[in-house]
């Protein structure tokens, strides 16, 4: 069985709808190459008591949690006081991230405001920051990250190579303009009962010069991974559509805009 | 008290981070404006065991419970026979739906995954779909919604009226280019104390051509939420950047792209 985890986004913008997370698919997708099982994603609001019991509670259930957002400078960003709570161990400065990031500051800017951001839970491992300098952190299972999307991005860079992964997730796209998902799902939910260890989805596509459904074999047994991807190929064929491999061309993340067929 | 919310995306294509989720920016939006505060967002995998759970878990938290995906023709659309699980009813076909889908098919075509679409858990109400006629519904607080965006969304203005609201969230954004959070994070935090009922956000944006800070008052009092405005701009001012106003230009969903000060 391969690691799993959970993302924990923090922050209210993202609740009110005024901010579209950018990080769910970015760390989605790096885990799976990884070799770690995303199971949950939550987006919880910027309460103290939240925060702290939702932590508590994952941290738990997960092999690792991830969280972004909360760990800035303003009266919002609350995130870390929240995972030394959680822990149950002072937050505080750690002295090499207050030096490092004093040295950044312009000399008398070093506010007590930005010294927050040199204050981590005891015990805490800083993650490098290369954009800002302002550093995330892991504390036992559960890894702080920032939520703007370039400094989430480059902080787990550095710490993807300390996680602990299993064997990459495989995935294998077979799609065909027209096809509607009503016609093939009994043919691909009985290769489904076949297959048991690779995981067959189902996604319509919409374009605006064509529409069809997508089907995408997964797994971490990339045999098993190429033999599902045989028979969904065959299957599209057999009821008369032209499989074509891999996701439909002008395919963009969030581009899935609808489909009027089933 | 506004009436409170969450959102349940079920869907592994988002845990794998094949698609970027569409749908919560809108849903969290439209609920703001019904005056429904949504509290939490949580994406799950397609397994019945945890989808029946999470629904449990959930619908005795919140006044609402709003679900996407899953509702389709495929093997892996397995939401509706686990909301009947999760309420203890029987999951079965609503002869209404079933006409209605069955006049709407090809003659020929209305085939048993087809069929599918039309079974609900016994004592929902269905939610129209204009889009492509497999219906949604809701059923005790518990509102099943297409993951297909178009879908979605049209089911959810469908939905709308019948949603118990509170007072609509007022916002108000101040900007200003060239502004670090750092500067501003004392008289910031100032403000908020001095206005509990108003939630106010600090958010730095990145541009191509410009990057800076902007600040978010919001709440359900409109007056309140003015009035911090005013002492935001003044702070803005004070601080000797120049306040603009609304959000910055070129803010697009999901831009927030990066910020290398604090």
């Given amino acids: 069985m391969n690691p799993t985890a959970c993302i924990l986004v923090i922050g209210n913008e993202i609740l009110s709808g005024r901010t579209q997370d950018a990080n769910v698919q970015f760390l989605a997708r790096r885990l799976g190459q990884l070799g770690i099982s995303l199971r949950e994603v939550r987006v919880i609001p910027d309460v103290s008591e939240t925060?702290?019991?939702?932590?508590?509670?994952?941290?738990?259930r997960y092999d690792h949690l991830l969280t972004t957002g909360g760990i800035g400078p303003t009266h919002d960003d609350i995130t870390s006081a929240c995972v030394a709570e959680a822990f149950g161990v002072p937050w505080e400065?750690?002295?090499?991230?207050?030096?490092?990031?004093?040295?950044?500051?312009?000399?008398?800017?070093?506010?007590?405001?930005?010294?927050?951001?040199?204050?981590?839970?005891?015990?805490?491992?800083?993650?490098?920051?290369?954009?800002?300098?302002?550093?995330?952190?892991?504390?036992?299972?559960?890894?702080?990250?920032?939520?703007?999307?370039?400094?989430?991005?480059?902080?787990?860079?550095?710490?993807?190579?300390?996680?602990?992964?299993?064997?990459?997730?495989?995935?294998?796209?077979?799609?065909?303009?027209?096809?509607?998902?009503?016609?093939?799902?009994?043919?691909?939910?009985?290769?489904?009962?076949?297959?048991?260890?690779?995981?067959?989805?189902?996604?319509?596509?919409?374009?605006?010069d064509r529409r069809g459904v997508s089907l995408v074999s997964k797994g971490i047994d990339a045999d098993a991974v190429a033999e599902a991807g045989v028979a969904v190929r065959a299957l599209i064929a057999e009821l008369g559509y032209t499989p074509v491999q891999g996701e439909p061309p002008s395919a963009q993340p969030g581009a899935a805009a609808g489909t009027a067929g089933s």
Same sequence: chains 1, 2.
């Fill in 51 to 60: 925060i702290v019991g939702t932590i508590v509670e994952l941290r738990a």
């Fill in 93 to 208: 400065i750690h002295p090499d991230s207050f030096a490092k990031l004093e040295a950044y500051m312009a000399p008398g800017s070093f506010n007590a405001a930005r010294q927050r951001m040199a204050m981590l839970p005891r015990g805490a491992t800083p993650i490098d920051n290369p954009v800002s300098v302002a550093p995330g952190y892991s504390i036992g299972n559960v890894h702080v990250m920032a939520g703007v999307p370039r400094i989430m991005r480059a902080m787990f860079e550095n710490l993807a190579p300390s996680l602990a992964g299993g064997r990459p997730v495989v995935s294998l796209a077979w799609h065909a303009d027209g096809m509607l998902e009503g016609a093939i799902a009994e043919g691909l939910e009985a290769i489904q009962r076949r297959m048991p260890a690779v995981e067959i989805g189902s996604y319509p596509y919409e374009r605006p």
